[in-house]
T-cell receptor, first 112, second 115 residues
Framework: EDKVVQSPLSLVVHEGDTVTLNCSYE??????LLWYKQEKKAPTFLFML????IEKKSGRLSSILDKKELSSILNITATQTGDSAIYLC????????????FGTGTRLKVLA | DADVTQTPRNRITKTGKRIMLECSQT?????MYWYRQDPGLGLRLIYY???????NKGEISDGYSVSRQAQAKFSLSLESAIPNQTALYFC??????????????FGPGTRLTVL
């Protein structure tokens, strides 16, 4: 059975700290790994990683895909209160037909 | 204007009632999805459609049905709602270009409560 596991489930840090969120997966026919940020409602896209693009960076956020370890990390440096959100990891797979499997998310709270 | 819209945004109903949640998109995407989100369980796929004539069950399709009326419209129905279908429901779309390796765009969500 395909599955995506995120850790930790929740995290509380202070402004300025650096955090690392983890996503591991067991899927057949891996195609892509996506990170989303969910604040109050709809998830919004952060990064997509594939075999041809295993590292992405945008401002204080960066992500790396480790296909050997079947995992990815999302790093946030110099955290701000606006980073408080649920961070979701999703894996695109062609088991059957193409679809995305989501992890349960990591809830990050950044204190001022 | 929002690219992916959902109606209604909130709904309270009673056990046994038939409910339809609607999703419309202006992104021109072929692929549309329905998810539900429950605390501690993340997003789980109910149904997905890769074009008007292609509809597929996701991991939790029991108790739900869908209709792809047009490329831009994808509706989710609960024929006889039950309390454990209380959840936040999201519609999403994605583009099929680049082999389908694309981000999903989510609607604002529908909060459904079944009493």
């Amino acid at each position: 059975e395909d599955k995506v596991v995120q850790s930790p489930l929740s995290l509380v840090v202070h402004e300025g700290d650096t955090v690392t969120l983890n996503c591991s997966y067991e899927v057949t026919n891996f195609r892509s790994l996506l990170w989303y940020k969910q604040e109050k409602k709809a998830p919004t896209f952060l990064f997509m990683l594939t075999s041809s693009g295993i590292e992405k960076k945008s401002g204080r956020l960066s992500s790396i895909l480790d296909k050997k370890e079947l995992s990815s990390i999302l790093n946030i440096t110099a955290t701000q209160t606006g980073d408080s959100a649920i961070y979701l990891c999703a894996v695109g797979t062609t088991s059957g037909t193409y679809k995305y499997i989501f992890g349960t998310g990591t809830r990050l709270k950044v204190l001022a | 204007d929002a690219d992916v819209t959902q109606t209604p945004r909130n709904r309270i109903t009673k056990t046994g009632k038939r409910i339809m949640l609607e999703c419309s998109q202006t992104k021109g995407h072929d692929r549309m999805y329905w998810y539900r989100q429950d605390p501690g369980l993340g997003l789980r796929l109910i149904y997905y459609s890769f074009d008007v004539k292609d509809i597929n069950k996701g991991e939790i399709s029991d108790g739900y049905s869908v209709s792809r009326q047009a490329q831009a419209k994808f509706s989710l129905s609960l024929e006889s709602a039950i309390p454990n279908q209380t959840a936040l429901y999201f519609c999403a779309t994605s583009d099929r270009t680049s082999g389908g390796h694309n981000e999903q765009f989510f609607g604002p969500g529908t909060r459904l409560t079944v009493l």
